[in-house]
């Protein structure tokens, strides 16, 4: 690695990272308008909408250590086939049912399976790539993620409007499926983690105990910010369609906001890697916040666009800036480990952040919901800044389990 410039760090990421998660990313995309809106079709409450889409966050939150352990038994690679692969069955399945409790069952395990995509080329990147060009390389994959989220919510849009939810929910899932194609044509062995010591042999939970300060004071920032973003995906698309627009138009809204998100992602890698975390995390997550605020203030379709492009430019500028800060604070000897603790706690948001919207929308409005999403914004910019603090510069001294420290300002 020594040496290596940040241009062939891309060049040697693309097929076992990338590629993978981009066709991921495009079946997510495209479930982006697809999903809310065929909840609302078949007559759900918001209440009950918001559960069912939770339900990933909470498959999400309680798969990662389980996930991180399969990880530690077979190999990144393996994880990353058997996720894609579970991603796109349960996808696929959605629309053949609708009954809430079979339909929590899917998002539920569609929560791990996403875990162990993550997880994967996140321990895979952090492991291989040094920490001068993390934060590109973590901003690369946000950057594939908002390609597909680009592109993504006006084809499922156009579809819907064309063969239906049904169909349209199976092409979400052969879309996400493709991302096994790389890894067949590569090779899993190639790319299957090596054995670097990277895992520790001992049982993962004995390994995580003298550090579990550390990762709940870090993740409680990033699980809101995972909250306000997962909730934000599903007002954005409600609030639209509330103002009588098709799904096609919806789907159009949706893909505005994250055009605007796509252009820049290469500044927040710039920004992490040249002056510190803090810098793309504070104006990136602030104007996120703003864009909520004036989306639970307006409604007209063009104040819609426009809250969706001022949260996507926000969006864009926070690309992989919660990847490469768990990165930054995981120890070098447990670092897929710690990711593993890290994602877990932080994707109670994906949990917190639907209920959010069901809540408030039955109870004080939808557009209400939007202006909560940003106060819970607000309040995780606070802990990054004064409780984490910037972790660019973080070293990691070997220290036994008695005097591992507690996560905060001075220790970091």
Known sequence: MEGESARRVVRRLAVPVY????????????????????????????????VVLAASGVGASLGGLPVGALTQRMG?????????????????AIGATDLAIALMALRFVSGVALTGVRLSRQAFVART????????????????????????????????????????????GVVMASGILPIVVLGRESLDRSASGDWPTEP???????????LLSAAIGPALIIAARRGRQIVLPLI???????ATVVGFIVAIGTGADLLLFPVSGYLMDRYGRLFAIVPAFGLMGVGLLILGL????????????????????SAGALLTLGSDLAPPDIR??????????????????????????????????????????????????????????LTHPQESAETSPDVGRRDL
């Not at 990144?76 to 696929?92: F, G, M, R």
């Not at 950057?143 to 349209?168: E, Q, Y």
């Open 336 to 393: 897929a480990p710690f990711l593993a603790g890290f994602g877990s706690i932080h994707d109670l948001g994906g949990v917190v952040g639907p209920l959010i919207v069901g809540w408030s929308a039955d109870r004080i409005g939808l557009s209400a919901s939007a202006v909560v999403l940003a106060v819970v914004l607000f309040a995780a910019i606070a802990h990054l800044v004064f409780v984490v603090g910037e972790t660019r510069n």
């Open 76 to 92: 990144e690679n393996t994880v990353l086939v058997a996720s894609l692969t579970t991603s796109a069955a349960v996808t696929a």
């Open 204 to 214: 993962l939970l004995a390994t995580l105990r003298p550090h579990w300060r550390r």
């Open 19 to 50: 590629l993978p998660w981009a066709a991921l990313s495009l079946g997510l995309g495209m479930l982006l308008p697809v999903l809310p809106l065929y909840l609302e079709h078949i007559d759900l409450s918001f209440t009950m909408l918001s």
């Open 240 to 246: 639209a369609h509330d103002l009588g627009l098709s």
């Open 298 to 317: 307006v409604n007209t379709t063009t104040g819609v666009v426009v809250a969706g492009a001022i949260i996507g430019i926000g969006n864009g500028m």
């Open 129 to 172: 790539v040094d920490i001068r060009y993390r934060g590109r390389a973590m901003s690369l994959l946000g950057g594939t993620s908002r390609l597909g989220f680009f592109v993504g919510p006006a084809v499922g849009g156009i579809l819907i409007d064309s063969i239906g939810f049904t169909s349209t929910l199976v092409a979400c």
